[in-house]
């Protein structure tokens, strides 16, 4: 099978926009474990970008000092538990936070719904029930961590030096959807499926970027009609290029700091949907 390149056209198809019947359960529940004292950031940002992406509503289940934090930017999420249509969890997560939220941890990754694992939560992967609606969201050098716990022999610079194959590995091995993330981001579903997102904006190289990534993609499970692995690779692949469009709103050719991008993803969602409304009209 070869590689596909995700295009604007794709994404649009993938982004949920509501309708007249739609409430905030229905646009889709995004439940949240991420940050620390230490990394209180990850989930600011996380959050953010999943309340900018068209999430209909976040559940912020962290530490309660993070979640200060989070609803003074964001007043209107939710800290308290209920349903959800997904999980993000692990960005900026230390040993602390995962011992505190352990037991919300395991809960959501035995719930069998979609779930992004990203950052301190990667290791975590082998804990879930259902793999089939799990994206991992690893750089090169995370990714070698991970295969190397499961006896693989691989290193960052051999992941960055041949990522189409180590992508394909990990997707096999582990048995999840695997982002790996990159100027060109691949990701790869465990039926197979292959897509590339390419020409990523290089002002993306800013600290809590890979923050805002995951959000947006925990938005894009969240808001899915459907969960399966092809569903979910599609949803990871449009949050690449969702990602890669805000930040060239929020750049237009200078330096961006990761909470421009998740500011400018409502202008990335509307240029997609309008220029997809043109080419069909």
């Given amino acids: 099978m070869s590689w596909v390149e995700w295009t604007d056209a794709d994404a649009a198809a993938r982004i949920r926009v509501p309708t007249e019947s739609d409430d905030k359960y229905s646009r889709g529940v995004l439940g949240v474990l991420t940050g620390s004292s230490a990394f209180p950031g990850a989930a600011v940002l996380g959050v953010e970008a999943a309340v900018r992406a068209g999430v209909g509503m976040v559940r912020y289940l962290g530490q309660e000092q993070v979640a200060e934090a989070v609803l003074r930017r964001r007043p209107e999420v939710v800290t308290v538990s209920g349903r959800v249509q997904a999980w993000l969890i692990g960005s900026g997560f230390d040993d602390d936070a995962r011992a505190d939220g352990a037991d919300d941890v395991d809960e959501a990754l035995q719930s069998g719904l979609p779930v992004v ?71 790869v579903s465990p039926e197979g499926s292959r897509v590339t997102v390419s020409g990523a904006t290089p002002w993306l190289a800013t600290a809590g970027s890979g923050d805002v990534l995951a959000g947006i993609l925990g938005a894009m499970l969240a808001t899915s009609i459907d969960g399966d692995a092809q569903i979910v690779a599609q949803a990871a692949a449009t949050a690449a290029l969702l990602h890669d469009r805000a930040a060239r709103h929020a750049s237009r050719g200078g330096p961006i700091a990761a909470l421009d991008i998740a500011e400018a993803l409502p202008d990335a969602v509307r240029s997609l949907l309008g220029s997809t409304h043109m080419m069909n009209g």
């Avoid at 290791?123 to 609606?133: E, G, I, M, P």
């Avoid at 189409?164 to 990990?170: G, K, M, Q, S």
């Fill in 117 to 187: 694992l990203d950052a301190g939560a990667l290791a975590d992967v082998a804990a879930v029930r259902d793999r089939s609606s799990v994206v991992v969201t690893p750089h090169a050098g995370e990714l070698a961590r991970l295969l190397s716990s499961r006896g693989h022999d691989v290193t960052p610079d051999a992941v960055k030096s041949a990522p189409e194959t180590w992508a394909l590995r990990a997707a096999e091995d582990l048995q999840v959807t695997v982002l790996l993330k990159g100027s060109t981001t691949r990701i």
